[in-house]
């Protein structure tokens, strides 16, 4: 690694030199007078200054005395790693890329729109921002350019991570990095694909239609469209497990927490790890997303920290009458009120290397802006729609980005949950569930994220029209409320964020204790399976709301963790929860749909082959298929044999049975048990092997899965290390783990295409099991799946991806003689 020495100013005496000459015309010698001493110029300090060591498997711990100093080196060693993936993302949210590349100058045109002129982004935004999160922001930028200064556009990295002269890189400013910043909060809401293009689609009054036109035949359409789209509204790559454990589930008493979330593994939303230290003041260490300047997810001496993807809402829609006479204006508490339109330009470089300025004129009301959802249906498009009205929304997470810091920060500065808990009340989260535990054996759940402050008793009143029929068809992933009345418009609770409308800290649901809490990604409901939280509006968690039927996912975890508790697994004989436990607990890699339906199915084979109605044509491949599940030990370990046969069966299953709202297999005939909400982690199960619908069924998707894997070339029996892998230099790592739609805990997204499941996209990324001794320093077992770079020529592009390999861990060093102990390299002392 290359070692930058700290540099010193130093002023140069001249030294006069004086020419002899026989020249007889030389001048007359002039009196000699004593030289006068320069003036003493005190030293200059710098205005970023800090120190960078660099642990095993290139993990940065970056020191500092101040914030601008701890963002300046965490930006120049993360830029070291993975400069271009974010180098990318900011150039995307700058609102020039149609600038640099020609393309998608619509994208520009609405950042453009929702960010401003640079200089109103930092007037309206940065800021607005305390003074800590000023510094750590510019700090960061001013590393990221430090970075790219020293390298040269021409010697960045190149190949797919890398932007080697590429016309999208500049030098970022702390604007540039802050407009990321604030794109990553409005992901779940207005940064939606859907939205996105239905804001694009409005093309404003000129394209009023006569309302009566849309038909009866039109509008029938809509619940299979909008069935379409919900699978386009949730995160598609996003999940995430947690447990936290305090005194009363640990067996020495201290706090335990595993976070396991389920991140890309390309891309902005890989995770990166880093130690970050202000001492006396900040030391956090883990893992962030690409480009953070701050720990997401991580640990200090006293707490570890972690979050699953939450699904409450995050915006409304509103449902606003136009005004017959004027379609630039609507009807609010029987009045009429303009429309607003504001015309924004964006530059779009041609072929012949020339700009062209492209303007768009976005409309809004005092909701937000205006949508046109002839995309989803036409029925519900247009200006107006079928029933005379305009779609507008108001997005819960316009202004998160401005308290996202100070929470994150906050989180950390915690020593026990009750501060963690009050770190939360800024409501800078905007997508995600909080776990917490501490030292001394307390533990925290929050479903504390940016919700709409819209409570049970406005949605029944409110939710009308349009609205109505949307929220109906997606089980309330679209809530569109009645935007002609004031009586519908956001509430507030007393400890509401300033200036928002979003539901306070002590309206959202929570646990703090020392008991257990649990999640992967369904509602608050379940957190703890042994006391439900319930009496919670819609709002805050629509995905496995109270009362629904749960992910297999969320059920296998909750299985675990009261098994565990009662000593009942094969992990220890002694009950509660350690630190090995939960890392077995974490790589049990246990199917657990196949658990709940394989017996079933392997007795429909056996006596749909043993009776006179199989079919000779394929009796052969189902008896193979049927032997191979037959012998599968129901897990995806590498080892594990079968499992591609059953992936690819569940997942027939599921294309027949899933709901594309509940993300879970939903028939009044499949299940053998119904669901039931009085026992729903065990319910429903089995097939109903009564039906026989269900058994022609069974026998069709086990005979094109076997179909699916013949024409990819995989052998139903490979190990599915084989089948799984990613791809690392001409090595095929073996991947462990599968799909979380199928139960597994260990959740890996992966498509089978030629030769196997090849790649993963998603899934296990950054993981930590923390917890506490009686000494000073936290206790970190951590992997990072994709490992720390996205350079092939790096030494850490997959050395932790082997270590995950072999389920291995990481013992994240933290304090100063485990770091001095793991250090590799030279110190780094950057000054600028």
Same mark, same amino acid.
Request: aromatic letters at 10%; charged letters at 20%; hydrophobic letters at 35%.
């Given at each position: ?15 006069s ?5 026989d020249?007889s015309?030389?001048?007359?010698s ?9 003036p003493?110029?005190p030293?200059?300090e ?5 120190e960078?060591?660099r642990?095993?498997y290139?993990?940065p ?6 914030w ?9 060693a993360y830029?070291q ?5 974010t ?8 609102g ?5 590349t ?14 401003g002129?640079k200089?109103e982004?930092?007037?309206n935004f940065f800021e607005?921002?305390p003074?800590r999160d000023?510094?750590l922001?510019t700090?960061?930028?001013?590393? $990221?350019?430090?970075?790219l200064?020293?390298?040269g556009v ?6 797919e991570?890398?932007?080697r002269g590429? *016309?999208w ?8 990095l802050m ?13 939606q694909?859907i939205?996105?293009?239905a804001?694009?689609?409005v093309?404003? *009054?000129?394209?009023l239609?006569?309302?009566s036109?849309?038909s009866?035949q039109v509008r029938s359409g ?6 379409t789209?919900?699978?386009a $509204?949730r995160?598609a ?6 447990i936290?454990l ?13 976070g ?7 891309g902005?939303g890989?995770w990166?790890?880093a130690?970050?230290?202000i ?11 690409q480009?953070?300047?701050w720990i997401?997810i991580g640990?200090?001496r006293d ?10 809402t995050?915006f ?5 009458p136009l005004?017959p006479?004027?379609?630039?204006q609507?009807?609010?508490d029987g009045e ?5 339109e ?10 012949d290397?020339s700009?062209e300025t492209?303007?768009?004129?976005f409309?809004s009301?005092?909701y ?7 995309g989803?249906n036409?029925a519900?498009g247009g200006?107006?729609?079928?029933a005379?009205?305009l779609?507008t ?8 980005g401005l308290?996202?810091?100070?929470q ?15 770190a ?6 905007p ?6 535990a501490?030292r001394?054996?307390?533990m ?16 029944d009143e409110?939710?009308t029209?349009?609205?109505a ?6 089980t309330?992933?679209f809530i569109?409320?009645?935007?002609s009345?004031?009586?519908?418009e956001?509430g ?7 200036g928002t409308n979003?539901?306070?800290?002590d309206?959202?649901p ?5 008991g257990?809490a649990g999640?992967s ?7 703890d399976a042994t006391?439900?939280l319930e ?7 629509? $995905?496995?709301?109270e009362?629904?039927?749960q992910f297999l996912?969320?059920?296998?975890t909750?299985q ?6 009662a000593?009942g ?5 002694t009950?509660?929860f ?12 246990r199917?657990h749909g196949?658990?709940?339906?394989l017996d ?11 009776g006179?109605?199989?079919?000779p044509?394929?009796?052969a ?14 897990r995806v370990?590498?080892e ?12 027939g299953?599921r294309?027949?049975y ?8 939903v028939?009044?005939?499949?299940w053998?048990v119904d669901?039931d909400?009085?026992?729903?982690i065990a319910?429903?199960?089995?097939i109903d092997l ?5 058994r022609?069924l069974?026998?069709e998707?086990?005979?094109q ?13 490979a190990?599915?290390?084989e089948v799984?892998?990613l791809e690392?230099?001409n090595?095929?790592?073996p ?6 739609? $199928? ?7 992966a498509?089978?295409?030629d ?8 899934g296990?990324s950054?993981i930590?099991?923390v917890t506490?001794d009686?000494s000073e320093?936290?206790?970190a ?5 994709h490992s720390?770079?996205?350079q092939p020529d790096?030494?850490?592009y997959?050395?932790?991806t082997?270590?995950y ?6 013992r994240f060093?933290?304090c ?7 250090q ?5 002392i950057?000054?600028?």
């Amino acid at each position: 690694m290359r070692n930058l020495h700290r540099l010193t100013l130093a002023a140069l005496l001249g030294l006069s030199i004086t020419a002899c000459s026989d020249s007889s015309d030389r001048s007359p010698s002039l009196p000699i007078e004593p030289p006068v001493e320069p003036p003493v110029e005190p030293p200059v300090e710098p205005t970023f200054s800090a120190e960078i060591r660099r642990t095993e498997y290139g993990i940065p711990h970056i020191k500092a005395d101040d914030w601008a100093g701890l963002g300046y080196g965490y930006g120049y060693a993360y830029s070291q790693d993975n400069f271009c993936v974010t180098m990318r993302e900011v150039a995307l949210a700058s609102g020039r890329w149609a600038e640099f590349t020609g393309d998608n100058v619509d994208r520009d045109l609405l950042s453009r729109y929702i960010n401003g002129t640079k200089e109103e982004f930092t007037a309206n935004f940065f800021e607005k921002l305390p003074q800590r999160d000023q510094e750590l922001i510019t700090g960061y930028a001013a590393g $990221m350019a430090r970075y790219l200064d020293e390298t040269g556009v021409d010697n960045l990295p190149d190949g797919e991570n890398g932007c080697r002269g590429e *016309p999208w890189v500049f030098t970022p400013d702390r604007i540039d990095l802050m407009m990321y910043l604030r794109s990553i909060a409005l992901q779940a809401s207005t940064g939606q694909g859907i939205v996105r293009d239905a804001i694009l689609a409005v093309r404003g *009054p000129d394209a009023l239609q006569d309302a009566s036109a849309k038909s009866l035949q039109v509008r029938s359409g809509l619940k299979q469209d909008l069935s379409t789209a919900g699978r386009a $509204m949730r995160p598609a790559e996003s999940g995430s497990n947690a447990i936290a454990l305090g005194s009363d589930a640990t067996q020495n008493g201290g706090g335990l927490l595993l976070g396991n979330p389920h991140q890309p593994w390309n891309g902005s939303g890989r995770w990166y790890e880093a130690h970050l230290t202000i001492p006396g003041e900040y030391d956090a260490a883990g893992a962030s997303l690409q480009g953070l300047p701050w720990i997401g997810i991580g640990f200090t001496r006293d707490v570890a920290w972690t979050h699953t993807v939450d699904y409450a809402t995050r915006f409304t829609l509103y449902e606003v009458p136009l005004n017959p006479e004027d379609p630039m204006q609507y009807e609010f508490d029987g009045e009429y009120r303009d429309i607003v339109e504001t015309t924004v330009s964006a530059q779009q470089l041609l072929d012949d290397g020339s700009l062209e300025t492209h303007e768009r004129t976005f409309y809004s009301t005092q909701y937000g802006l205006v949508l046109d959802l002839g995309g989803v249906n036409p029925a519900i498009g247009g200006w107006p729609t079928f029933a005379g009205t305009l779609m507008t929304m108001r997005d819960a997470n316009l202004d998160t980005g401005l308290r996202s810091l100070r929470q994150w920060v906050e989180k950390a500065q915690a020593t026990n949950m009750e501060e963690y808990r009050q770190a939360l009340r800024y409501i800078g989260n905007p997508v995600f569930h909080e776990f917490a535990a501490d030292r001394d054996g307390g533990m925290f759940y929050g479903q504390i994220s940016a919700v709409p402050h819209v409570d049970q008793a406005k949605l029944d009143e409110c939710l009308t029209g349009i609205g109505a029929l949307v929220a109906s068809v997606t089980t309330n992933a679209f809530i569109g409320l009645d935007g002609s009345r004031s009586a519908c418009e956001w509430g507030e609770d007393a400890d509401s964020p300033e200036g928002t409308n979003l539901f306070g800290l002590d309206s959202h649901p929570q646990i703090l204790g020392t008991g257990t809490a649990g999640n992967s990604n369904n509602s608050y409901w379940l957190t703890d399976a042994t006391q439900p939280l319930e009496g919670f509006p819609v709002v805050f968690g629509w $995905m496995g709301h109270e009362g629904n039927q749960q992910f297999l996912r969320t059920r296998i975890t909750h299985q675990m963790i009261a098994d565990r508790l009662a000593g009942g697994d094969e992990f220890s004989e002694t009950p509660l929860f350690d630190q090995e436990t939960l890392k077995t607990l974490m790589y049990s890699n246990r199917v657990h749909g196949a658990e709940l339906v394989l017996d079933d199915v392997l007795q429909i084979c056996s006596e749909y082959l043993d009776g006179p109605g199989a079919d000779p044509s394929s009796a052969a491949a189902l008896a193979e298929t049927c032997e191979v599940l037959t012998n599968w030990d129901r897990r995806v370990n590498v080892e594990s044999r079968g499992a591609q046969v059953f992936t690819e069966f569940w997942g027939g299953i599921r294309n027949t049975y899933g709901s594309p709202y509940q993300n879970v297999v939903v028939s009044d005939e499949f299940w053998a048990v119904d669901y039931d909400p009085a026992d729903p982690i065990a319910t429903p199960a089995g097939i109903d092997l009564t039906v026989q619908a269900n058994r022609d069924l069974v026998i069709e998707q086990l005979l094109q899965a076997n179909q699916r894997l013949t024409d990819a070339g995989v052998a139903l029996d490979a190990p599915w290390g084989e089948v799984q892998y990613l791809e690392r230099n001409n090595e095929n790592v073996p991947i462990h783990g599968g799909a979380g739609t $199928m139960g597994v805990f260990g959740a890996i997204s992966a498509s089978l295409q030629d030769g196997g499941y090849i790649n993963p996209r998603a899934g296990n990324s950054y993981i930590q099991v923390v917890t506490w001794d009686e000494s000073e320093c936290p206790i970190a077992d951590t992997i990072l799946t994709h490992s720390q770079s996205v350079q092939p020529d790096s030494d850490h592009y997959a050395d932790q991806t082997k270590l995950y390999a072999d389920k291995r861990w990481v013992r994240f060093p933290f304090c100063e003689e485990e770091i001095q102990a793991a250090q590799i390299g030279e110190t780094l002392i950057l000054e600028e």
